[in-house]
């Protein structure tokens, strides 16, 4: 299910570009996968009714945040980036969110980074170094470069809001109602203007693997396989093998990435590129920590340094 989970995500990027360039807004890629994913979520929350009302109670404030930058900002950024350039860098980009955790940690919390985090993120910064190839003064555009790191940071508080709504919030109220927030924060910035709004059912064609989808058939697939089924086989998958190696099988997302893109949009890397891709997933890789036992008691922040360091036993692991 982590891979399911990974594999889906991976489909938003060359999904939502193909409706960009048939003529849509990135906002409006936004709103439509956040407000119809806001649909089924809400209809599966009402079924399920894991205590909606508790959590709004108890965690307010975490969840109108995580509504905002995790859902609402973090697409609007990766989706404009993608508008200047090949999604899988876009998408590396906004994967240097777990190190800028890493930096939120140590300088706001005051928790140094232990040895092997520590140079997860040297890592990760050399990789990113390559993936813009800095020394050519040139290569990617930078506003796109700009749309990268700001989903970056919208990344770093989705973990960081999501492991303090996580305590008392279940995780599908979390999805479900960050959802809801961000479809209306990008429908009200679109009403006064500040986001523009542009769903064309009249643009042009949508150009998947060469062939016309339609964006009826593209919208769809951007509602449910890249935001719903991703959101619940995820939220399936920690349940059962932990946050820590959930996040790690999560990076399977770059390179669903990536060869979606290829297949899909005729996007490929350069060799450069690509090996700066490499350096920024090991990087994260270490940033991320030791895989945690399964069904632990121990919650586990996706970039917390002190990962580094052995879990205190716990006696419910030996009863899962």
């Known amino acids: 299910m982590a891979v399911v989970s990974a594999v889906s995500f991976g489909t938003s990027g060359p999904l939502a570009k193909a409706l960009i360039d048939a003529g849509w807004s990135s906002a409006g890629a936004v709103l439509v996968r956040v407000g119809g994913s806001a649909f089924v979520l809400l209809i599966v929350l009402a079924v399920l009714r894991p205590?909606?009302?508790?959590?709004?109670?108890?965690?307010?404030p975490a969840l109108l945040l995580y509504g905002v930058l995790a859902m609402a900002g973090v697409q609007v950024a990766f989706f404009n980036a993608v508008r200047y350039m090949p999604v899988s860098i876009a998408l590396l980009?906004?994967?240097?969110?777990?190190?800028l955790v890493v930096a939120w940690v140590w300088v706001v919390r005051r928790q140094p980074p232990g040895t092997r985090t520590l140079a997860g993120g040297v890592i990760a910064l050399v990789g990113l170094s390559f993936v813009v190839e800095i020394w050519t003064g040139g290569g990617l555009d930078p506003v796109g470069v700009a749309w990268g790191l700001v989903a970056a940071v919208c990344?770093?508080?989705y973990f960081l809001l999501a492991d303090r709504a996580g305590s008392s919030t279940p995780p599908l109220v979390l999805a479900g109602v960050g959802m809801t927030v961000g479809t209306v924060v990008v429908a009200v910035l679109g009403t006064v203007g500040l986001l523009p709004l542009v769903v064309d059912p009249a643009a042009g064609p949508v150009?998947?693997?060469g062939a016309d989808l339609g964006w009826p058939l593209a919208a769809t697939l951007l509602v449910l396989v890249s935001t719903v089924v991703a959101y619940l086989?995820?939220?399936?998958?920690?349940?059962?093998?932990g946050a820590a190696r959930g996040s790690l099988v999560a990076l399977l997302e770059v390179v669903a990435s990536a060869l979606g893109s290829w297949l899909l949009l005729g996007e490929v890397p350069g060799a450069v590129q690509l090996f700066g891709g490499l350096l920024i997933l090991t990087g994260v890789a270490l940033t991320r920590g030791r895989p945690a036992a399964p069904r632990s008691t121990r919650r586990i922040s996706p970039a917390d340094p002190r990962d580094d360091a052995p879990p205190p036993r716990d006696v419910s692991e030996a009863n899962p």
């Open 51 to 60: 205590g909606v009302l508790a959590a709004l109670r108890a965690d307010a």
């Open 93 to 99: 980009l906004e994967y240097l969110g777990p190190v």
């Open 155 to 157: 990344q770093a508080s």
């Open 207 to 209: 150009v998947l693997a």
């Open 233 to 241: 086989t995820g939220i399936a998958a920690i349940s059962r093998i």
